[in-house]
């Protein structure tokens, strides 16, 4: 696993790179997200209705199998030299139908793995592996792309993927059972709706989710902000996602640590908080080895608030329910980002990019400060969930 999310990193930090050299358009390197991502938003919903249905291991291969494909034929095209703006935007559609499945599989999947008190810290874990791979990634990433150029960084995606495939088949868990009974894709659809709707737990994670992730296009813009602003290259961009990926490690280990699931609520309003303030001063830096120092607590603000939030969710879901909810996590932090992403590519001409980062910091703030005052009553549902499943005692 470690060698593929490097190998995905490689091809991210490759793709953006690409973009922007090709096109030297904010709005172009933007409209590439969308097209990766709004797959997740649109169609999670029905996705994440074969998840409750089908074995998530078998799945889980299926769409592997299919982001290796991508990724091959990105290489092909990129070392052939005969790669356009339009076969980057076709593939990433393709990637982002692919996750649209993927996400909330993988996400259900975590809890067939571990026994449920050592949930929180497996997801944590996960955590600390993706990002363990965001800071090795992004730096030989960026040194392949100066010296061999960007279609290495794809083909060696698509070879990475080979390890995971092999992993999910030699794996051997319980015979996948249907948590409820089968019923039209249509209500099942409704269903999950109702049910995350009038869970006001989950509701509001998930509407605070849409908040930040309005303010994440960082991930998007970065490259222009290295290219335009710090005058980089792409070595200097992965250092910048490498020092993302360090304070993302340490927050990461931070919540592995932790014992209990008690408490999160609070380190999401925190690192929601903290995110906002970071994006805010990094709109004012134009001086490299400051933008790097403010990149690792904007790193570790990221993850300690979508790792928390995924742990709370996987919590407080019922199981037969726990693929929908994971496709709306997928939805409100996937997929709300490419509107994000295009709403603030289209201002960029007219504001420059200092003030889209600057938005994007207050958007996260503002998320953080209203989960805040709502905390309270969040707390005192999800205590009812804590006490029924044996968390914490009445």
């Known amino acids: 696993m470690c060698v593929s999310l490097t190998g995905t990193w490689m091809q ?22 969308f097209m990766a991502q709004i ?45 356009e703006v339009w076969h980057i935007l076709i593939l990433s559609l393709l990637i982002g139908c692919i996750n649209a499945l993927d996400n909330p599989t993988r996400q259900a999947f975590y809890p067939s793995l571990v026994a449920k008190e050592h949930l929180s810290n497996a997801i944590a874990l996960n ?21 061999f150029g ?17 992993a999910l088949s030699l794996m051997r868990l319980s015979p996948f059972t249907v948590q409820h009974r089968r019923q039209n894709v249509l209500t099942d659809i409704q269903e999950g ?3 995350v709707s009038g869970n006001i737990p989950i509701r509001a994670l998930l509407l ?23 005058q980089g290259d792409s070595e200097m961009l992965g250092f910048l996602l490498s020092c993302i990926g360090v304070g993302s490690f ?29 994006l805010m001063i990094l709109s004012y830096i134009d001086t490299y080895w400051i933008a790097a120092l403010i990149c690792l607590p904007a790193g570790f603000a990221i993850i300690s608030t979508v790792a928390s939030i995924n742990t709370l969710l996987q919590t407080l879901s019922d199981e037969d329910q726990r693929g929908r909810v994971m496709g709306y996590l997928a939805m409100t932090f996937t997929g709300i980002a490419p509107v994000g992403s295009m709403f603030l590519g289209s201002l960029e001409k007219q504001t420059g990019l200092p003030a889209i980062i600057l938005i994007s910091g207050v958007s996260c703030a503002l998320g953080g400060i209203i989960f805040e005052y709502y ?20």
């Open 39 to 83: 797959p997740i938003l649109l169609v999670t919903p029905l996705m994440s209705v074969f998840v409750d249905r089908f074995d998530r291991q078998k799945i889980l291969i299926l769409t592997q199998s299919l982001s290796m494909v991508q990724a091959l034929s990105m290489a092909v095209l990129t070392l052939s030299g005969v790669i």
């Open 127 to 147: 955590s600390a592996v993706i990002n363990g791979s965001r800071l090795i990634g992004p730096a030989v990433g960026g040194v392949l792309i100066g010296i």
């Open 193 to 195: 709706f109702s049910y």
């Open 150 to 166: 960007e279609g290495l960084c794809f083909l060696l995606n698509g070879i990475s993927y080979l390890g995971v495939i092999i």
């Open 250 to 278: 340490l927050a990461a280990l931070y919540l592995a640590a932790r014992k209990s699931v008690v408490g999160l609520g609070k380190v999401v309003t925190i690192s929601a908080f903290l995110l906002g303030i970071s």
């Open 12 to 33: 991210q930090i490759a793709m953006s790179w690409l973009v922007y050299r090709l096109t030297g358009s904010v709005f172009l390197l933007a409209t590439v997200t």
């Open 208 to 230: 605070f989710m849409s908040a930040v992730s309005f303010g994440l296009p960082l991930m998007t813009f970065i490259p222009a902000y290295v290219k335009d602003i710090l």
């Open 375 to 394: 905390r309270p009553l969040v707390r005192k549902h999800a205590r009812q969930v804590y006490i029924r499943k044996g968390i914490i005692q009445e």
